[in-house]
């Protein structure tokens, strides 16, 4: 039978209970033990698909397609193990599923409520996905803050199930943030306890208690919160602001933390080996450069937007013992004159074109790109940066002056991005763009097929509804920007200049696999052209 760790939140969002989650998942894993994770999300979007990064980060991609919280690339990245959209459990899944199963007539004679249907549904489906991996634990993040209306029937569920199998395999770890007053420079453990309390009221007693903090804890604010959250001291880790959330596991298993799991799970405690995060972490920390890069997108006052690529780029810079410093710049204000690219490009050394959809920003975006590309700067277009990368060189070097992709323009007389044909018709719009891991195949000798070591075909996880239109490409060619890699279907996936450095736009996101100790292929090529740059 699997044993479970819910992980809730209280005082506010964003503490970094995620982290937190795949900390402990990581821990657990580095004994010997098979571990999965999952993240719930209250809100009763079915799926994170069609929500706005602005509204709750970046969308994370799974090897199948799922389109899920960012949580479930933290989990994938610290476990290194590939997740399915079923780790994402939300409000709109579960009640998709109970309303299907009134209307097949499975509740016949029942009046159906949120206790028992909707909390044993809840319940069901966690059970399905610890059994689907074969785990030995099972890491249960209930996204939000204990308080919210939202959040209440899963919190419910997760007390049902601690009462059903039992202290010994259901274990509640609480994370919290205890702030520290400038003024009188103290830790305040007031809204923790109060956080506390309202769980305890709801019918859940933590276990183990994380408190996020600028600063590691005093043994002042340790006893405080033993004493009002009825726990022992050595039950309570200290998780103060780290530079890399991969030092967070290292710091809590430090303090007891992997053995306090174990006694409280009842598995047999074997020392983890974790030296390859210390030996990254301190490599991180001990970068031998640094190396600037432009960071062009239309999310970029919410940096959560772009998070599976900001860590791709640290991957593949800690790897080359360099650590990327990120200059955001934003394509709407590019796009109202508000700032000019050429402002920047004393500042960086290479700039990334960001994904995004929609019209806002573009022409921001393609006027940055063509200044780039005129002074030959490594660029790494990535989705809806490689097709306006495409659309900037077919004006200004093809000379099509109209160019543009049907998504903006549908009247634009030179498509040169299209929508797919497997698009056509689409009405519903969650879940059904291009998505998952797809092969692309690779032309030899260019510079993708040496990036990738040469073998002729990879697989990377995909998320988009047009592509670059095959009908211009022979233009594009004769003018050197070739395609370098092909989607099964026949369309270019990866496009890049020839004799440059580093000039290449990717149709997929390759960021979605990277992994600390295995990144991408791709930014670590991108980086490596940054250090060997001329104006590097």
Not at 324 to 347: Q, V
Request: aromatic letters at 8%; charged letters at 25%.
């Amino acid at each position: 039978m699997s044993k479970y760790v819910f992980v809730t939140g209280g005082v506010l969002s964003g503490l970094g209970k995620g982290v937190t989650a795949a900390s402990i998942a990581l821990l657990i894993k580095s004994m010997g033990y098979s571990v999965t994770a999952i993240k719930i999300d209250p809100y009763v979007n079915v799926d994170a698909g069609t929500m706005n990064p602005y509204m709750h980060g970046e969308v994370f991609v799974t090897e199948d397609g799922g389109e899920t919280d960012l949580d479930i690339g933290h989990y994938e990245r610290f476990l290194d193990i590939n997740l399915s959209r079923d780790n994402n459990i939300t409000t709109g899944k579960i009640y998709s599923i109970v309303i299907e199963k009134e209307r097949r007539g499975d509740f016949l004679g029942q009046t159906v409520q949120i206790i028992p249907h909707v909390t044993d549904e809840i319940k069901h489906q966690i059970e399905l996905i610890a059994k689907k991996y074969g785990s030995d634990v099972a890491i249960v993040e209930i996204g939000g803050t204990v308080g919210d209306i939202e959040g209440l029937p899963f919190l419910e569920a997760a007390r049902q199930l601690r009462l059903e199998k039992g202290s010994e395999n259901v274990l509640f770890t609480h994370v919290v943030l205890v702030p520290r007053l400038s003024t009188l420079g103290e830790l305040k453990t007031k809204p923790a306890q109060h956080s506390m309390q309202e769980l305890r009221r709801i019918g859940i007693q933590p276990d183990i208690l994380v408190a996020r903090s600028s600063i590691p804890l005093t043994n002042e604010a340790r006893k405080k919160l033993s004493l009002f959250g009825n726990l022992p001291p050595s039950h309570i880790f200290s998780n103060p602001d780290v530079d890399v959330i991969y030092e967070v596991p290292l710091r809590l298993h430090e303090q007891g933390l992997t053995k306090i799991l174990s006694e409280k799970l009842g598995l047999k405690y074997v020392e983890p080996d974790l030296s390859p995060w210390v030996e990254y972490v301190e490599k991180f920390s001990k970068p031998e450069r640094r190396v600037k890069i432009g960071m062009v997108g239309k999310y970029t006052r919410l940096t959560d937007s772009y998070l599976s690529i900001i860590e791709a780029l640290n991957h593949s810079g800690t790897l080359l013992k360099v650590r990327p410093e990120f200059i955001w710049i934003e394509a709407t204000d590019l796009e109202r004159g508000i700032i000019d690219i050429r402002d920047f490009m004393n500042s960086i050394e290479g700039a990334v074109v960001l994904p995004g959809f929609g019209e806002r920003g573009v022409e921001g975006k393609i006027n940055a790109i063509k200044i780039l590309r005129e002074a030959e700067i490594p660029v790494l277009g990535i989705c809806f940066g490689l097709q306006l990368m495409v659309i900037e060189f077919a004006r200004n070097v093809l000379g099509l002056d109209d160019a543009h992709t049907t998504e903006v323009n549908p009247q634009t007389p030179h498509p040169v991005v299209d929508l797919l044909s497997s698009q056509k018709g689409t009405i519903v719009k969650g879940g059904t763009m291009r998505l998952g891991s797809l092969d692309v195949r690779l032309v030899p000798s260019t510079l993708a097929w040496r990036i990738y070591g040469g073998v002729d075909v990879v697989r990377e996880r995909h998320r988009h509804r047009y592509q670059i239109n095959p009908a211009y490409l022979s233009a594009f060619e004769k003018n050197d920007f070739i395609a370098s890699g092909f989607s099964v279907e026949g369309f270019p996936e990866i496009m890049e200049l020839r004799n440059r450095k580093f000039y290449l736009g990717v149709q997929f996101h390759p960021e979605f696999k990277s992994r600390p100790l295995r990144p991408s292929p791709i930014f670590t090529a991108f980086i490596n052209a940054l250090l060997t740059h001329p104006t590097s």
